[in-house]
T-cell receptor
Framework: GQQLNQSPQSMFIQEGEDVSMNCTSS?????WLWYKQDPGEGPVLLIA?????ELTSNGRLTAQFGITRKDSFLNISASIPSDVGIYFC????????????FGKGMKLTVNP | NAGVTQTPKFRILKIGQSMTLQCTQD?????MYWYRQDPGMGLKLIYY???????DKGEVPNGYNVSRSTTEDFPLRLELAAPSQTSVYFC??????????????FGPGTRLTVL
């Protein structure tokens, strides 16, 4: 099946630091998405990217859709304790917009 | 709107028992999904539905069944529980926008342990 390689698997940072994570695939996708899962909750969409090369910001979050359409990164600037959680990349199944494939997630810990 | 609700929140089953995980959404979404999340493994699609009366398999359908008799409800059935089905189960829903992607809204999850 289609697989996404998400790295790093976990990060421990100090409050105020910036964070960068990325996701790669061996296949081309038309949509890249980034979700966050708070402890004990379901994932929530942070940013959706639809166009190769697209750079999108949402507050302290910035994400980019790679030019090759095989990768994406997510940056978090000036981290705060509520940034703690698991961050997932996801892509839309080729040929259908209704299904997603998720990466394995990156667990972020922020020390106050 | 309550969004996507799931019951129960926690459940312990014995091997061979059966149960139904309930999922309801009040957003009038056409599409609904069931995922399982194993530790360190992300989310895997079990089954999905694009409308009432229509269901289809995802990546990991074995050992599960679904039905979609109404727009609002999408229950997931485990017939003969096995330890490999110990996981956190998430239900999600979305609506067709005509664009390249339909944003999925997730419920809070059901934590299932099979002993």
């Amino acid at each position: 099946g289609q697989q996404l390689n998400q790295s790093p698997q976990s990060m421990f940072i100090q409050e105020g630091e910036d964070v960068s994570m990325n996701c790669t695939s061996s296949s081309i996708f038309n949509t890249w998405l980034w979700y966050k899962q708070d402890p004990g909750e379901g994932p929530v969409l942070l940013i959706a990217l639809y166009k190769a090369g697209e750079l999108t910001s949402n507050g302290r979050l910035t994400a980019q859709f790679g030019i090759t359409r095989k990768d994406s990164f997510l940056n978090i600037s000036a981290s705060i304790p509520s940034d703690v959680g698991i961050y997932f990349c996801a892509v839309g199944f080729q040929g259908g917009s209704e299904k997603l494939v998720f990466g394995k997630g990156m667990k972020l810990t922020v020390n106050p | 709107n309550a969004g996507v609700t799931q019951t129960p929140k926690f459940r312990i089953l014995k091997i061979g028992q059966s149960m139904t995980l309930q999922c309801t959404q009040d957003m009038n979404h056409n599409y609904m999904y069931w995922y399982r999340q194993d530790p360190g493994m992300g989310l895997k699609l079990i089954y999905y539905s694009v409308g009432a009366g229509i269901t289809d398999k995802g990546e990991v359908p074995n050992g599960y069944n679904v039905s979609r008799s109404t727009t609002e409800d999408f229950p997931l059935r485990l017939e003969l529980a096995a330890p490999s089905q110990t996981s956190v189960y998430f239900c999600a829903s979305s609506y067709p926008t005509g664009g390249p992607y339909n944003e999925q809204f997730f419920g809070p999850g059901t934590r299932l342990t099979v002993l």
